[in-house]
């Protein structure tokens, strides 16, 4: 049967995460409810390129799925949005190859987390996590980058059934953003990027980040957690509203550095 690969972006506060679960409402119980009504099939079931967290956002997720049909791709798209509820989009959609999978074909995933680092609070964007003291933005760069590399991160795991522990982070930098013209203060963008990421894995660099700045303690502390592989030694989970998924990505992982790297200095306001 021909196999199709979606592109979407969601908002998570909305969803009990990412994967089916029992009368909780999740972005691939969405996903297979509206394209088994367009395909007239109730028995296809979306493949999602990985699990988010109750509360993670996505700009691009993906997933695949077979079709008995044929499907025009530009019809689909605009008949699947129209049925989606407003806090999901699809917006690309694309035969491939039947031994296609969207989770095991990924070369790469980015996650980005965003700190308010501010006295004053958000109104309009909430995905972010709000912290007032004054942060050191150098600092948190210097730390990140020791995680850089294929290294077991079995400090930065939630639970232990993860058949391996261990991934290879490409690419890791936290930059200043502006707020606003008339607000003191700036967002703190944490970005990793990487092969594969363990169960809330993002969560806990990032709090571990913030527990070596908070203990006033150098780069050398996040080394030592890492090559401890003790969770207990690292930072707490922080919040999930503050991580959102850029890119689940399918071609070189280096190639899209250089250009992630090239749009961030573009766009760097401090």
């Avoid at 499907?71 to 694309?94: A, H, M, T, W």
């Avoid at 007032?132 to 079995?154: A, Q, T, V």
């Amino acid at each position: 049967m021909p196999r199709y690969l979606i592109s979407f972006e969601f908002d998570g506060r909305n969803f009990f995460g990412s994967q089916i679960q029992p009368d909780k409402r999740t972005v691939q119980e969405e996903l297979n409810k509206t394209i088994c009504t367009l395909i007239k099939n109730n028995s296809t079931k979306i493949v999602m390129a990985g699990r988010l967290d109750r509360g993670v956002s996505a700009k691009c997720h993906t997933a695949h799925f077979d079709s008995a049909v044929l499907i025009d791709e530009s019809k689909f798209l605009n008949s699947i949005n129209g049925i989606l509820p407003q806090d999901i989009s699809v917006f690309r959609v694309q035969k491939v190859e039947s031994s296609f999978h969207s989770q095991k074909n990924a070369t790469f995933r980015h996650y980005r987390y965003v700190i308010r680092n501010s006295l004053i609070k958000p109104v309009f964007n909430k995905n972010v996590l709000l912290i007032r003291k004054p942060l050191n933005c150098n600092l948190m760069n210097e730390c990140i980058s020791k995680l850089i590399g294929e290294h077991d991160f079995s400090a930065f795991k939630s639970i232990s059934d993860n058949p391996s522990s261990i991934c290879k982070i490409y690419f890791a930098n936290v930059i200043k953003k502006q707020i606003d013209k008339n607000i003191k203060g700036c967002y703190l963008e944490i970005n990793i990027v990487g092969n594969r990421f363990l169960y809330n894995m993002v969560r806990a660099i990032v709090g571990t980040l913030l527990m070596i700045e908070k203990n006033n303690l150098d780069a050398s502390a996040m080394v030592k957690i890492l090559n401890s592989k003790n969770r207990a030694l690292a930072g707490h989970n922080v919040e999930p509203y503050g991580l959102t998924l850029i890119e689940t990505g399918y071609i070189n992982p280096q190639n899209y550095i250089k250009q992630l790297i090239k749009e961030r200095q573009i766009n760097e306001d401090i």
